[in-house]
C-alpha cells in the first residue's frame, strides 16, 4: 500500500515490478515489461496509464548539468515566518535557476536546490532576489563541490 496525500493507493506486486523498471529505465518497452512480468503488452499499457494518475508523477530525463551550462549548484537554507512559509516558498520556487523547493519542519523552513552557470549568477539569485523576499529572516546558501548520488526515484 502506498500513501499519496489524502488517498491510498493499492498495488500489486504486478505494479511494483513495472515501476522498478520504469524507474531504471523509464524507455523500457512494453513488450519487455510485459516479458518480465508475465502480462500482456495491452495490460502493461493499461497498468502504466492507471499508474500515471496515481503513482507516477512524470516521465523525465536525469541531465549532467555540466553538459547544459548550469555547473553549480547550491543547496540553500531558509529561516521565516511560520505564517508566510507557503508563499516564501512558491515564491522561491518561481525562479528560474531553481529547481527544487521543500518547506520543512527543523531548523530551516525552506530547503532550495539552486542550479546555475556559475558564482556571480548564483550570487545574484541568493543576494539580489530570495534575500529581497518580504519575511525571510536567515539565509545559508552552500555550494556543493561533488555530487556523490543523484537519484529521484524512489526503491521501494
Known sequence: MVRI?????????????????????????????????????????KRIKKLEKSAIKAFTVLIHQEAVGRPVT???NVRCS???????????????????????????????????????ELREIVERRISKIKGINE????????CLKEDVSLVF
Request: glycine share 4%.
Open 74 to 76: 547550491c543547496i540553500l
Open 5 to 45: 496525500p489524502n488517498r491510498v493507493l493499492l498495488m500489486d506486486d504486478v505494479d511494483r515490478k513495472i515501476l522498478e523498471m520504469l524507474i531504471k529505465n523509464s524507455r523500457t518497452p512494453y513488450k519487455e515489461i510485459a516479458k518480465k512480468t508475465k502480462i500482456s503488452d495491452v495490460a502493461v499499457h
Open 139 to 146: 539565509v545559508r546558501a552552500s555550494v556543493v563541490f561533488e
Open 82 to 120: 511560520i505564517s508566510d512559509t507557503a508563499s516564501i516558498a512558491r515564491e522561491i520556487a518561481s525562479i528560474g535557476d531553481v529547481t527544487e523547493v521543500y518547506t520543512t519542519l527543523g531548523e530551516y523552513d525552506i530547503v532550495a536546490k539552486i542550479r546555475t552557470a556559475g558564482i556571480a
